[in-house]
C-alpha cells in the first residue's frame, strides 16, 4: 500500500488549495479514505473522510473545516482529494492521507500547507 500526497505549499489566509492523495496497492474503491493533520505542537487530527465508492452517506468533516473543505475521490485515478477554501492561519499543518487496508492503518508522507500573509 502506498500513499502519496501533494499539492501543498504556502497560500495567504483567504486562499485556497487542493490537496491530492495518489494510492496504490489495494483496491481502491473498495475503502474509505481519510484526510488528518498536524499542526506545530499539537497532535493528528481528522479533517474529512470519505467513504468506499458507491456507498450511501456523506462524508465527514471536522467542526473547524466544515463549510471550507470538500472532500472528493476519483476512483478511474485512485486518488483523493481535498479542495481547501477560505483556509485561515490555524489551518497550517502537515496533511497526510489514510487508509485502513487489510486491518491496517496506512499512512502517507504528508504534505506541509502553510497559511501566512
Known amino acids: 500500500v502506498q500513499l502519496a500526497e501533494s499539492g501543498g505549499g504556502l497560500v495567504q489566509p483567504g486562499g485556497s488549495l487542493r490537496l491530492s492523495c495518489a494510492a496504490s496497492g489495494f483496491t481502491f474503491s473498495r475503502y474509505t479514505m481519510g484526510w488528518y493533520r498536524q499542526a506545530p505542537g499539537k497532535e493528528r487530527e481528522l479533517v474529512a473522510t470519505i467513504s468506499m465508492s458507491g456507498m450511501s452517506g456523506s462524508p465527514n468533516y471536522a467542526d473547524s473545516v466544515k463549510g471550507r473543505f470538500t472532500i472528493s475521490r476519483d476512483s478511474a485515478k485512485k486518488t483523493v482529494y481535498l479542495h481547501m477554501n477560505s483556509l485561515k492561519p490555524d489551518d497550517t499543518a502537515v496533511y497526510y492521507c489514510?487508509?485502513?487496508?487489510?486491518?491496517?492503518?496506512?499512512w502517507g508522507k504528508g504534505t506541509l500547507v502553510t497559511v501566512s500573509s
Open positions: 489514510k487508509v485502513d487496508a487489510f486491518g491496517i492503518p496506512y
